[in-house]
């Protein structure tokens, strides 16, 4: 069974050009969330999607950000217009469906790099 | 919301010793508690769970203590070895969007274990 798959695994970009982050759950998975991590500092949870659906996009920026999980293919996180302060880690987490919803397995992350 | 705080942000140990790691979260809904290990550039690992039914939960040399009533939960280590180190972060389940699989992250605590 193959883990969380994220890519790219690395990413640069000049400031006002657009990211495209995706992320495939594990099999089985109906939950995907986003975390973005700073270095040295924590996870700060972004948005909460099951299938074509946001169900929480409380930690998410209202502007240059949005996210989607689409019925077929992986979730993408999109920034647009991105500036340094969006240099980051971005991790994608998968859980399944039911009472072990919460068990989240972390993807191996985007690595965006804002020129 | 929730809010997770986490002690110490560092701490240093001599191979064999044990670590104790302590969370303090707020909200009282909350009933799924984490621990994942995260190695430099790598993604977070779960490594350890437990839930508000159960006091404390082992696995191997790896420990949770919970105690709902003070609001803290603990990640123990013993016999502690050069490969436990890492930053190790504890979580906290919260209330999104009607479900309970949001998670709040503390903010780390960076081990070094010392051969």
């Known amino acids: 069974n193959a883990g969380v798959m994220q890519n790219p695994r690395h990413l640069v970009r000049r400031r006002g050009q657009e990211a495209r982050l995706r992320c495939s759950p594990m099999?089985?998975?109906?939950?995907v969330y986003w975390y973005r991590q700073l270095p040295e500092e924590g996870l700060k949870f972004m948005v909460y999607?099951?299938?074509?659906?946001?169900?929480?996009e409380s930690g998410m920026p209202k502007e240059r950000f949005s996210a989607e999980f689409p019925k077929e293919g992986p979730s993408i996180l999109r920034i647009q217009q991105v500036v340094r302060g969006d240099s980051a880690a971005y991790f994608c987490?998968?859980?399944?469906?039911?009472?072990?919803?919460?068990?989240?397995?972390f993807g191996p992350g985007t690595r965006l790099t804002v020129t | 919301g929730e809010n997770v705080e986490q002690h110490p942000s560092t701490l240093s140990v001599q191979e064999g010793d044990s670590a104790v790691i302590k969370c303090t979260y707020s909200d009282s809904a909350s009933n799924y508690f984490p621990w994942y290990k995260q190695e430099l550039g790598k993604r977070p690992q779960l490594i350890i769970d437990?839930?508000?039914?159960?006091g404390e939960k082992k696995d191997q040399r790896i420990a949770v203590t919970l105690n709902k009533t003070a609001k803290h939960f603990s990640l123990h280590i013993t016999e502690t070895q050069p490969e436990d180190s890492a930053v190790y972060f504890c979580a906290a389940n919260a209330d999104s969007g009607g479900s309970n699989y949001k998670l709040t992250f503390g903010k780390g605590t960076l081990l070094t274990v010392n051969p």
């Open positions: 099999k089985g998975h109906s939950h």
């Open positions: 437990i839930r508000s039914n159960v």
């Open positions: 999607l099951q299938k074509e659906n946001i169900i929480d």
């Open positions: 987490a998968s859980s399944p469906p039911g009472l072990a919803g919460a068990e989240q397995y």
